[in-house]
């Protein structure tokens, strides 16, 4: 089956990657969850053998791989019976380094990529608050903007890699009161005067270091803003989504793990002079688990493929964030029982595992964010888009973009329009400052960008009327759920569906 998702060349990555960390990680594995400190040197040695920056520019270092490389890359590090080892380079090559590089400006990228690929640069991502999680909206710390730097002020918390980390991704309000709209990305030194961390003790992720930052007027370049000011929230909704994936990756690895681990155990230990595999109850345990990972794994492979050929499949990443992490918790538990009261000792490694999986479920959007966006999009067809470079939602070039994004899509739109029977009444579509204006009262229905009264008023977004028009919003089910408010002649909003079929 792997086959299909994955070539000689991934194959034989594997073989190198997982040779390095047997001969590298495993035999210090222990020590260093004891120390509950990885030594950077580690990380160094993986940049050295071109472990790290896989689908990264190779002008920074990167290998400009394909995305099944990452896949092999989590895959492996989430079987070294770590988890915090594993999140370790997860939160740096997929978690911070990807908002750096796909909006960051060249001279951010030249700064920082090149370390991050070469292992000399540990990276985190703070957008946790002690007041602010899921909610990304709400957060509280504030960046403002005195001449030619940032003055930061605020706390983050549950910060990976923040205690022995280099620099942090920080999520800011550079605008407190525009909602989304004044959420922006900043840079942040962990070594800057006024930065203080508080190391964190956790019930698993010994290996890895989490931290409470604390920010008191910290300065920092205006440079360092990655993209646009009161961009950062759509950079995240974006970025959020190869997060999940990859949380998803290293769920269903770290149950392959878990299960190779019990299943050796109970080839050994006997019980009523029998080894315990020849048990049914716990042959079928273990029949039901393989199935179920195997199946969770393959729907996980697909969203990897649909990632690699640059869908924003939002709702499939979030599916399989879901499923995978609720199924390696599932996974572990299941396994430590057939360990019995060895399970419970730290000798054995399912006790670690056990702790470290606990968290998969919190990490990186909770189940029940994850259900909800689902919720979201089955029940109540909300659809997302991907953020890019050039996207700016500020209010200062809101209706500017409107109306060129309009005048970009007015020719296909009048020739769907003249399709359509024609309404036998005027309709106009309201975007706020920005209108577009069908007149259907001749033989054709004529379309234009002017503001006129007309016999039916559609209020609604620009971007659900794109969706409206690409057949990707259904217009009986815009207005049942609230997406468009109608006023006027409400005969001629029964014939949006003509229109737009």
Wanted: hydrophobic content about 35%; aromatic content about 10%; glycine content about 8%.
């Amino acid at each position: 089956m792997n086959s299909y998702y994955f070539t000689e060349e991934h194959e034989l990555f594997r073989q190198s990657l997982k040779a390095f960390l047997q001969k590298e990680v495993m035999p210090n594995m222990d020590q260093w969850e004891e120390d509950q400190r990885i030594p950077k040197e580690v990380w160094k040695k993986m940049g050295d053998m071109g472990f790290l920056g896989l689908s990264y520019p190779e002008e920074f270092g990167g290998s400009n791989l394909d995305f099944f490389y990452d896949v092999v890359f989590c895959e492996e590090i989430a079987k070294v019976f770590s988890g915090g080892f594993a999140i370790t380079q997860a939160v740096v090559q997929y978690m911070s380094g990807p908002y750096i590089l796909k909006y960051g400006s060249q001279k951010l990228k030249e700064k920082y990529l090149p370390g991050i690929i070469s292992g000399e640069k540990i990276s985190c991502i703070g957008i946790s608050e002690p007041t602010a999680g899921s909610d990304v909206a709400n957060v509280k710390t504030t960046a403002v903007l005195e001449g030619d730097h940032y003055i930061v002020n605020g706390s983050k918390t549950f910060i990976t890699n923040a205690v022995y980390g280099d620099f942090v991704v920080c999520v800011v309000k550079t605008d407190p009161k525009a909602g989304p709209d004044g959420v922006s990305l900043l840079v942040v030194d962990l070594d800057k005067e006024g930065v203080s961390k508080t190391k964190l003790k956790k019930l698993g992720w010994h290996a890895s270091d989490t931290a409470e930052l604390a920010f008191d007027n910290v300065k920092i370049p205006k440079e360092n803003l990655i993209g646009q000011e009161g961009q950062g929230f759509y950079y995240l909704m974006g970025g959020l989504q190869v997060e999940r994936l990859v949380g998803a990756i290293m769920g269903y690895a770290a149950c392959e793990s878990a299960m190779g681990y019990t299943l050796k155990y109970m080839s050994e230990r006997t019980a009523f002079g029998r080894p315990i595999n020849k048990f049914q109850v716990l042959r079928h345990r273990m029949a039901q688990l393989s199935s179920e990972i195997e199946s969770c794994k393959q729907f996980v492979l697909y969203c990897s493929r649909l990632n690699n050929d640059g869908k924003y499949a939002v709702k499939e990443c979030s599916m399989a964030k879901l499923l995978a992490t609720e199924l390696s918790d599932k996974t572990m538990t299941q396994c430590l029982q057939s360990f019995g009261g060895y399970g419970y000792i730290e000798d054995f490694k399912i006790a670690r595992m056990f702790r470290d999986s606990r968290i998969g479920t919190i990490g990186g959007g909770t189940s029940e964010i994850m259900r909800e966006i689902i919720a979201k999009m089955v029940i109540d067809d909300v659809s997302y888009k991907e953020a890019n470079n050039n996207s700016n939602t500020n209010t200062n070039n809101k209706n500017s973009n409107i109306m060129s994004k309009l005048e970009d899509v007015l020719q296909a739109i009048q020739s769907k329009a003249e399709q359509a029977n024609s309404l036998d009444n005027t309709l106009k579509f309201n975007f706020g400052e920005e209108q577009l204006y069908i007149d259907g009262t001749g033989d054709k229905n004529k379309v234009s960008i002017e503001d006129k009264d007309a016999d039916c008023q559609v209020d609604v977004s620009f971007d659900d009327f794109i969706a409206l028009t690409k057949g990707e919003l259904n217009p009986m089910s815009a207005v049942m759920g609230g997406k468009i408010k109608i006023k006027g002649d409400m005969s001629v909003a029964m014939k949006l569906q003509s229109l737009f079929s």
